[in-house]
């Protein structure tokens, strides 16, 4: 097979790849972002939790420590456990279902992000 006859496969068959990689892509770069997200909740997760057993057990700021490392403990597992295509399936059958009200809210958003950008 010459070069010229290989490269006109890759294009042929670039049509058929083109949204999978993209999809692939897009997926992979995701996971890769939720899983830093996720690490990250876990360290301070940990780290406050040291902090919190290193002062006295019995005081309200101990407490409230605790209590604060076990609900980035669970943001962690949730981050980690969320499904991106599941989430835009869901999005998008939600607008198809209620076209109006998602066009109220999507301008209503962009108002206030609007606002909140021009007070800078």
Not at 9 to 20: H, L, Y
Not at 44 to 50: G, K, Q, V, Y
Not at 97 to 120: C, D, E, K, T, Y
């Amino acid at each position: 097979m010459s070069v010229f006859e290989y490269d006109q496969s890759k294009a042929g068959n670039a049509g058929e790849t083109r949204g999978m990689s993209h999809n692939s892509g897009r997926s992979h770069g995701f996971e890769n972002v939720k899983n830093s997200i996720a690490d990250q909740l876990e360290t301070i997760a940990e780290m406050l939790d040291e902090k919190s057993t290193g002062q006295d057990a019995q005081s309200g700021t101990a407490q409230y420590g605790k209590q604060a490392s076990k609900f980035l403990e669970k943001s962690a597992g949730y981050v980690r456990e969320f499904d991106y295509e599941h989430a835009e399936a869901r999005v998008r059958e939600c607008i198809k279902q209620h076209p109006g009200r998602s066009l109220l809210v999507a301008g209503a958003v962009g108002l206030i992000i609007g606002a909140v950008l021009r007070r800078r």
